[in-house]
């Protein structure tokens, strides 16, 4: 039964596993923020005393880190709040910039660390004294109570001209998503591609101005079909977001993701399989 089936990201352990065995398998782009695109973005902002940055989803600061370098360079002064509901990944952070400090970097940048979900820290602010001028959400949306509701409230906190960027999955992966949401209802995640979001998020805000950015990646995929492969099972449970997808999935959905995959294979010279893991930047302007 599809009830057996249990979210990945309820095992930190296995969601690690999982997730670095993706990025070990993945060609081209990660899908993280395109920082020269973003800095030429906010650059826009230049003229002013301080930057305010919010930062949804930090993990434990690697993706953010060139991002920060990037603007203490080109600000005299930037506050840069970060909200992570797992407080062991934000520790992380918070030791990064400690860091980075002793090595006399990022000595402009004032950091606020909020170990919480996006929802609660938004409860928290006063949402007429704060503003930011960047607000970025980088593949954690779907990790949202209400994805929609979430950025429309975000987009709301941006400063006039503000920029709110957020990154969700596309390509076949994107398609995999969707097909994971006719299947499996999570009450904890919401399966969604960038066309399904793009499309909600301009029913509710018919005026706003925003653009999309495809950043275009692929994915090796060999071991997935290796059912005795550790990797291969392992990125099965990334790409459904399902613990132990192997074991616990229904037949009819195991087979319809396993259809999937192999119908949509790129096959290379040197034997890889690869499917598009493309990332796509909803781009949003106040």
Not at 57 to 73: H, K, Q, R, S
Not at 110 to 133: C, L, W
Not at 193 to 221: D, H
Request: hydrophobic share 40%; net charge negative.
């Amino acid at each position: 039964m599809a009830k057996q089936m249990k979210g990945l990201f309820l095992n930190k352990e296995e969601y690690w596993r999982a997730f670095q065995v993706y990025r070990n398998n993945m060609v081209g782009g990660h899908g993280g923020l395109d920082v020269k695109q973003v800095v030429e973005m906010v650059m826009s902002c230049r003229d002013v005393a301080e930057l305010t940055v919010l930062s949804v989803g930090t993990g434990n600061g690697t993706v953010d880190e060139p991002l920060v370098d990037f603007i203490a360079d080109r600000f005299p002064n930037v506050v840069y709040v970060a909200v992570e509901p797992d407080k062991d990944e934000l520790q992380k952070f918070i030791a990064l910039t400690a860091s980075k400090k002793t090595q006399h970097k990022w000595e402009n940048v004032r950091f606020e660390f909020h170990a919480e979900k996006i929802e609660n820290y938004m409860e928290k602010v006063d949402k007429d004294v704060v503003a930011f001028h960047l607000i970025h959400t980088i593949h954690c949306a779907y990790y949202f109570t209400d994805p929609v509701d979430v950025l429309l409230r975000l987009y709301q906190m941006l400063t006039k001209e503000g920029i709110l960027i957020n990154v969700t999955a596309s390509g076949k992966i994107g398609e995999l998503n969707m097909i994971m949401a006719n299947s499996y209802s999570s009450p904890n995640y919401t399966y969604m591609n960038s066309e399904y979001l793009e499309g909600k998020v301009a029913l509710r805000l018919p005026r706003a101005v925003f653009t999309t950015i495809t950043q275009p990646g692929m994915c090796r995929i060999n071991e997935c079909f290796n059912e005795e492969s550790r990797d291969g099972n392992d990125l099965l449970n990334f790409m459904t977001m399902v613990l132990n997808f192997r074991k616990n999935a229904p037949k009819e959905i195991f087979d319809e993701i396993l259809s999937f995959l192999k119908n949509e294979i790129t096959c290379e010279s040197n034997g890889d399989a690869l499917i598009s893991w493309d990332s796509t930047y909803l781009i949003m302007q106040k």
